[in-house]
């Protein structure tokens, strides 16, 4: 990133990158800085601390990225680990070729759809396949205003609209991206597929469920995009149904139990199970 600074720019002043929205990575937690301690015992502890310091100098990133060598696998082969960096320092990533690409995003779209791969028929819940959303995309043609999209994912469909919106002459920020994601983990991989991308949205203050808990309720979108979690048979929450069945009221307690136990029984019939 240092490399697409102006040459009248500072490339050390974080204000600099944060005037056109890309992330400020401190010294520590660069990837030179890394590799030239790729076999060091401490490299583990050192990526965590990378992180760290990414979140800490971009408040949008904050919990966000994840920190799992030192806390989370502390018997993770330091060695091995070692190997990676250095072979993922081999790969051309920073050259202008790869930069004018967007190969970092297109990397993470590739570990997504891998990840979706793996987890088979489960993935719908957080992954909608790149053909499925152009032809979203490119139906609705959001060349400029507010694009919603109830259930998010893993922000596919906002990458989507801000590349539609670049190959029609627009630019990044035409667009207004506002969202919500039920799965905790699932709303961190979107927020970070926005950021590496340059790509100011609005998820919401966290994690939540549009049906009961909807983040824009004030929001007057110009575009709705969504490809609802179709597989997902338990979308309703059965712990609602279970909520409604416990608060039946008995005849005993209530002369009009009966009816109010009927209206409720037959809305219970009335729901559907899946999509």
Request: charged share 30%; net charge negative; proline share 6%.
């Amino acid at each position: 990133m240092l490399a697409e600074v102006g040459e009248e720019a500072d490339p050390e002043d974080p204000d600099e990158y944060r005037a056109d929205n890309v992330f400020w990575v401190p010294t520590e937690a660069r990837w030179q800085t890394l590799q030239d301690n790729a076999k060091q015992p401490t490299i583990g502890k050192l990526i965590d601390e990378a992180m760290v310091a990414i979140e800490r100098d971009n408040p949008r990133l904050k919990g966000i990225s994840p920190k799992v060598f030192r806390w989370g696998r502390p018997a993770l082969d330091k060695h091995r680990l070692g190997e990676l960096i250095d072979v993922i320092g081999t790969i051309g990533l920073g050259d202008a070729e790869n930069r004018s690409k967007d190969i970092l995003g297109r990397v993470y779209e590739y570990f997504l759809t891998q990840f979706a791969s793996a987890e088979g028929k489960n993935s719908g819940q957080f992954y909608t396949p790149r053909c499925v959303v152009r032809v979203l995309v490119e139906m609705l043609a959001p060349y400029k205003g507010r694009v919603y999209d109830p259930c998010c994912g893993t922000a596919g469909m906002f990458v989507q609209s801000e590349k539609f919106v670049e190959e029609h002459g627009g630019r990044i920020g035409d667009i207004a991206v506002y969202g919500q994601e039920s799965n905790s983990t699932t709303r961190r991989l979107a927020m970070m597929n926005l950021a590496i991308r340059g790509i100011e949205g609005d998820l919401g203050p966290e994690h939540a469920d549009t049906f009961r808990r909807d983040l824009h309720k004030d929001l007057k979108a110009d575009y709705v995009l969504a490809n609802p979690p179709f597989n997902d048979s338990d979308w309703h929450r059965s712990d609602e149904v279970i909520a409604l069945l416990t608060s039946i009221e008995s005849p005993q307690r209530n002369p009009h139990g009966h009816f109010v136990r009927m209206r409720r029984i037959k809305a219970l019939r009335q729901m559907p199970l899946s999509l």
